[in-house]
């Protein structure tokens, strides 16, 4: 009872952190235009915070540095259970055009710290960032959140 | 007042009062519009195998060519395949592709007709006027119609010309059509300049076998190409590059080679006068005569007015070969560790004058 209780107010209240981990900022340029009016994340009860402690869900950008590869790690594990990661844009997935021979790049992130979901796209649209958030976020979280430790 | 009766019409407007109680992002909003350039589209059964997409392409794991499995009655078609977690959706590759009609389809930039070239190539294709025998192969061959006859000579259109290398593969005269790496001309010289020399020096420390060569016979030896590979790379770090260069020279060398015996001289002082760039020259103080060998021509006539055969004088070429048969391996070192230099030495065609 009080287990479906949390998932309902999981699933209308998801509070995210972005992370850029060694990006060009174009997708974070693209998800800053989720926050604007035209698009307006927080009528779906989507919040933005700056701190992982305060969320659910990472949404990380770029492609994963040397200085990152700590780091990343750090800032997850800081994230309080149950926490998903969704990857924005090619960089996390495949390291992209940075992924060159003889780069320093460290992609993809999922060597690091588990995926939950991916968006293609270099950047993608924040329509698709939207509704990558809003399919997988709720229930992924509501999922996690039932695990057993 | 006017402001007040300004408010009055404003949030009396039904768009404004829909929106305030049901504040939802128009779907509209929410689709892509037509003119955005999503992901390539594939159409495989028009792709022509030529690989401009994938060197048109500025991401590493974007394109990836695939041949599909033969079956009994047809070979498998080859068409690209598009990593959608890597493609950063620029539309080079459908910009590029030469098929007609289009293989990739992304955005409408490539509806544009006038074409222009984007490969990013090392190599620049060049038709040899002096060697191309006008057999218009090389035009049949090209997918993109870059090879034009002008007044009974081909060239490539660079504008038009994807470097696919398929003219290269049908020429049948060897060096007709070129494919020169344009970005290192420099090194490339120092390189053969560094061959050279090593083999030169190679050939004139092997003394016994050439002197004991004859105007009838042949001496074959070998020099591994290993050795000289570690400072080709250091003058030129790009494997491919080096090893084509290394090749085509060495096969397409041919040195003269002097060898000088001071022992049989006599001091009869006929060579210097006749050296055209001094390169002989008589030491008074140490009472010999000596040959430079940077200034020499490598003519050959000191070799033809000597009468005590101190100067020999050898003509000797040289081919890559395999050390072993069966050589698969696809890595450029390895390849090179089984290669070696066959070098075949001969007597210039002048001694059989000279002997009678």
Redesign the interface.
Known sequence: MFQSLKNIVRKSSIHVCIVNCGGCNGCDVELVALFSPRYDIEQYGIYIHNNPREADVLLITGAVTEQWIHNIKRVYSKVPEPKIVVCVGNCPISGDVFNQEGGTVHAPVSNFIPVAAEISGCPPRPSEILNAILSTGPGAISNRGRERK | MSSVIWYLYEFGRKVWVKGFFN???SKE????PDR?RDFPKVLKKNCIGCGACTSSC????AIKLIRDMDDKDHHGITYPVI???????CGFCAEICPSEPKTLECGENHFITEKFNIVPSKRKFIVDDFLCIVCGKCRDACNVNAIEEINNRFRVNEKKCVACGDCLKSCPVKGAMKGIFINNLEEQKTIIKLIVDRLESFIENKKEELDKLDNLSLVKIQYPLSELWDEIIAILPDEEVAYEVTENAINRLKIRVMTWNEDNCKLCKLCVDECPTGAITYNEEDNRVKHDKNKCLRCSYCYQTCPFGVVKYFVVKFLVENNEENNNDKDINEIVKNKVIGITIKTSPLSAYLSD
């Open positions: 504040g939802k992002t909003i929410m689709e892509k955005f500025p991401s590493p794991n990593n959608k977690g890597a493609c950063i959706r």
